[in-house]
């Protein structure tokens, strides 16, 4: 609990109304996607990067943990204060600061809504990429903390790929700037790329600048149906084969399709047993030829339907389905485990094969979609509240099998509280190590989220 003086101290930086303190205010800064139980003790909303540098240096001097947070979607437990003590929370750090369209770079605070800065940026021609199913609702300073990825990242890359330079407040209170305004910068260490995705337990992140890209001229769209996830995966290697990269390549599974499917009354698929959503973008002669492409070699795979969406509406309607996957699961299952393995694209059909046999050696309901482009695939352990020991083994046994096939346990939701037991099966002894030190360069009293990453 926090002591009175330094409760009145944390009201004097950020002012009084921007204090909360009070339990039914307190529960709504608890959570976040993974519904881990979290408990703060404050909540403070800062409004510039010296309010927060002053918070986290009496913080420190007081041992009292510190947990940013944006929106709370985040699928790892990472804003969850686990640990209890004080909430920072960027929604009045909110604005875009400057979009230069000559230099094609943003300035955001980190409260930005990811959607938002898309659409300012898509209203002068330019393009910011990454794109999380989450967009319409995270922030920025939550993409940067996880390095967020999503549904563009297999032809444009993932947030730190966007990321050019930062403002940053340390626990000792003091505030630092990494990288440049410009594209180009190897002057001294890459801090830039450290902190992102170092998941708020090494800074936080005050201020980003972002590279921009010119706007695609155009995006044309394909969902097609096939009768089973192996004829679905099979298209992988022949769009690869044609030398594509399409900007999405969503693939859904039977149980996702028919859980989005009922959550929205509608129906797509005619009963398919598995969706693929390939988007291609560029000149519009290069767009269409390409998506040609892709809906031919859809076909030459088995797939029973296509649908071309002609309309942006057309378009939101196929995005509307799989982006109401991850809420339309709850419908199968009361609870879920939900993991963002990736593994070598070639390895996919493998890895899926591997989460089937487990799925049955322990009677569970597992349901995969997602980014498999990159081979990131979605899996997701579904089952009663005491199903949960076997559904934490399935898990395990499933990460096994990433570490096996060469992938990664996490590709964009971060270690946080979630994952901090596996973390040891894909990172050795000796790295972990050498990451302890980093954290305790930055952060030498633990104060900044603590209990996340590192058991
Ligand atoms: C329906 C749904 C779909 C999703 N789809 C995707 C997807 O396609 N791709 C993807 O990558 N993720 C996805 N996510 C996960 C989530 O949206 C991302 O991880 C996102 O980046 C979290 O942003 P947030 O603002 O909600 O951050 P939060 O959940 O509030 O926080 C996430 C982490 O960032 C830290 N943090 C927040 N702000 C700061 C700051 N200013 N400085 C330092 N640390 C900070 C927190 O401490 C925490 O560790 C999805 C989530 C949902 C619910």
């Known amino acids: ?80 204060p686990s640990e209890g003590g004080v909430v920072l929370s960027f929604e009045r750090m909110s604005s875009i600061r400057e979009i230069d369209e000559a230099d094609r770079i943003a300035v955001v605070e980190p409260g930005v809504i990811t959607g938002d800065l898309q659409r300012e940026a898509e209203k002068r021609g330019l393009f910011y990429p990454p794109d999380p199913a989450s967009s319409a609702f995270c922030t920025i300073g939550g993409n940067v903390a996880e390095c967020a990825g999503g549904l563009r990242a297999v ?15 340390l626990p000792s209170g003091r505030i630092i700037r990494t990288g440049a305004r410009t594209f180009k910068s190897v002057a001294g260490y890459d801090l830039t790329r450290l902190f992102v995705g170092s998941e708020g337990t090494l800074g936080v992140v005050t201020e980003i600048v972002l590279r921009l890209l010119p706007l695609p001229e155009a995006v044309r769209t394909v969902a097609a149906f096939f009768p089973d996830a192996e004829r679905a995966i099979a298209v992988l290697p022949l769009i690869a084969g044609r030398r594509i990269i399409p900007r999405a390549l969503e693939f859904v599974d039977r149980g996702a399709l028919q859980a989005a499917e009922s959550h929205l009354a509608i129906d797509l698929s005619g009963g398919a047993g598995s969706m693929l959503l390939i988007e291609t973008d560029g000149p519009a002669l290069s767009a269409d030829r390409e998506i040609d492409t892709i809906e031919a070699l859809c076909r030459e795979a088995g797939a029973v339907r296509t649908i071309r969406a002609a309309t942006p509406e057309e378009q939101q309607r196929i995005w509307k389905l799989r982006k109401s996957i991850s809420p339309a699961l709850y419908a199968l299952k009361p609870k879920k485990l939900n993991e963002d393995i990736v593994v070598p694209v070639s390895r996919i059909p493998e890895m899926l094969q591997r989460i ?6 322990y009677g569970l309901l597992i349901v995969n979609f997602g980014h498999a482009g990159d081979g990131n695939i979605h899996v997701n352990v579904m089952h009663e509240e005491e199903e949960r020991p076997k559904a934490e083994q ?22 946080g509280l979630a994952k901090a037991a596996y973390l040891p099966l894909e990172i050795g002894p000796d790295a972990i190590a050498v990451m302890r030190n980093i954290k305790k360069a930055f952060d030498p009293n633990n104060i900044l989220n603590p209990g996340k990453i590192f058991l």
């Open 394 to 415: 399935a898990v395990r046994e499933i990460f096994e099998a990433v570490v096996r096939l060469q992938g990664s346990i996490t590709g964009e939701h971060g270690i």
């Open 155 to 169: 032809k444009y890359g993932v947030t730190r790929d966007y990321v050019l330079g930062l403002e940053v407040a």
């Open 356 to 361: 089937a046999a487990i799925g049955n050696k």
């Open 1 to 80: 609990m926090l002591k009175p003086a330094f409760v009145k101290e944390l009201r004097s930086i950020v002012g009084t109304e921007n204090l909360l303190t009070e339990p039914e205010e307190l529960t709504v800064y608890a959570y976040d996607a993974t519904r881990s139980p979290g408990r703060p003790w404050a909540v403070a909303r800062p409004a510039a990067a010296r309010e927060v540098a002053r918070v986290l240096e009496a913080a420190d001097r007081e041992r009292v943990p510190v947990v940013p947070r944006g929106a709370g979607t985040g699928m790892s437990g990472g804003s969850v």
